[in-house]
């Protein structure tokens, strides 16, 4: 008897098994898609989405768009249990006006039916953009021009028109007009008739409906002229023996004039941070060398600040003043400042330091007993790059670092400090030398 239900037992579990298995491979074609909605924004015009058959059957579908602003590869197939169809959505919206444009693509299947919903977003085009390769031309004494590169950077078309400040300037073209992309060269000629030996300056000033620049021209009539250029971020002061001492104001030049080629140069220069009382801040950099002009014709040169050092500047949001700044703190290239940074949002001028792998910057946090850190490769990374520049942003209320700082160093005298520049900028030049500092002592 035991044997008699043993054997029903097993049969009954058989066909249950028999039935599942039948059942799942009868299981019905069923769509999915990866999406239910597709956006086209601006200067997208293909996207794609995924169909698959989760169910047993094979599975047919036709994709069927709701106008002619889209489009489909491909527009139909077959799927078998758990396989996708990777489908291609290209829009045809040339002609349609600004806006966001609504459509549709239907799916029918023996799995179902998918709608996918599709916004075509057509921005207006980008205004018109004026782009200029040059910002200072020198014109040497053998030579009677010089050229400019306009471009148009936007997607409407550029009308421009060039004007030059002094009469012995004019252009090959003085104005025009750029479809979106295009660039046209533009001369700069120069007459020199009835002027007497001297380095001449004037200006060329490009106004556009995609914005205005202004370059600075230099024309040398019998004279040979040395330029310097100061890309740095403070004032530089140059020498040269028997021509005289002059200052470079930031990202602008200064010539020194000859009769003739004077085959070599023998210049000092120096520049340093300092606050609006003159207490200086930092390093004072320095050029001294000696040029061989014997193959230069009307040379340019770059004054630029070496990467082994950094300018520095600071913007404070906090709640709290930040003062007693160490910069390089525990090194023998240690700097401490007396300065008071308000904690108004503008950024302020510091100077420049020893650029170190492991630099790090402290600031107390006015009016508790914390510091406010910054460590190279955390809160700020140097480029390493010649006129390298950081600025420190603090939002702190206060720090997790307690400091531990000796205050003997610090004093309640609190300068001035002289705030930064809203837009700095690059002076782009043809030809240009660069001339670096020379390597500053740690101070001890």
């Known amino acids: 008897m035991k044997t008699l239900i043993s054997q029903f037992s097993a049969l009954v579990i058989l066909l249950s098994i028999s039935l599942t298995s039948c059942t799942k491979d009868n299981r019905p074609a069923e769509i999915s898609t990866d999406t239910q909605e597709m956006i086209f924004s601006k200067d997208q015009n293909i996207r794609y989405f995924g169909i698959t058959n989760t169910g047993n059957t094979t599975m ?71 782009w200029w390769d040059i910002d200072y031309i020198k014109i040497p004494a053998a030579e009677s021009r010089d050229y400019i590169t306009l471009r148009n950077d936007g997607e409407l078309d550029l009308s421009y028109e060039l004007s030059g400040s002094e009469s012995w300037m004019s252009f090959s073209q003085s104005s025009g007009t750029l479809a979106a992309g295009a660039s046209q060269v533009i001369w700069v000629n120069v007459d020199r008739t009835g002027l007497a030996n001297n380095l001449y300056e004037g200006e060329v000033n490009i106004s556009s409906n995609g914005g205005n620049a202004t370059l600075k021209v230099d024309m040398e009539v019998g004279v040979y002229s040395v330029s310097f250029f100061n890309p740095t971020y403070t004032v530089i002061y140059i020498n040269v023996p028997g021509q005289g001492s002059k200052s470079i104001d930031v990202l602008d030049r200064v010539s020194y004039i000859f009769p003739s080629n004077p085959a070599s140069l023998y210049y000092t220069a120096t520049t340093e941070g300092e606050t609006v009382g003159g207490v200086v801040l930092g390093l004072t950099l320095n050029w001294n060398e000696t040029l061989n002009l014997s193959s230069e014709v009307s040379p340019i040169f770059n004054l630029d600040i070496s990467k082994d050092y950094f300018f520095m500047s600071a913007k404070n949001y906090g709640t709290h003043n930040l003062d007693r700044w160490s910069i390089n703190n525990g090194t023998i290239y240690q700097f401490d400042e007396d300065v008071t940074i308000p904690n108004d949002g503008y950024e302020y001028y510091f100077g420049y330091y020893d650029a170190l792998d492991n630099t790090k910057i402290y600031a107390r946090i006015v009016g508790t007993s914390y510091d406010a850190v910054w460590k190279n490769g955390t809160e700020f990374n140097f480029p390493w790059t010649l006129n390298q520049s950081i600025l420190l942003e603090s939002d702190a209320k206060s720090s997790s670092l307690k400091s531990t700082r ?23 030049t043809r030809n240009h030398q660069s001339l670096v500092n020379q390597k500053t002592s740690p101070i001890n």
């Open 60 to 130: 047919d579908f036709q994709i069927t768009p709701e106008n002619d602003l889209i489009s489909v590869f491909p527009s139909n197939g077959v799927l078998g249990f758990n396989q996708v169809a990777k489908i291609e959505v290209t829009t045809h919206a040339d002609n349609l006006g600004y806006g966001v444009h609504q459509t549709s693509l239907l799916i029918n299947s023996n799995g179902g039916v998918r709608v996918i919903n599709i916004q075509i977003i057509k921005s207006l085009p980008n205004p018109s953009a004026l």
């Open 406 to 428: 000796d205050d003997a160093a610090f004093s309640e005298l609190q300068p001035t400090m002289k705030p930064g520049q809203n837009q700095r900028m690059t002076i782009r």
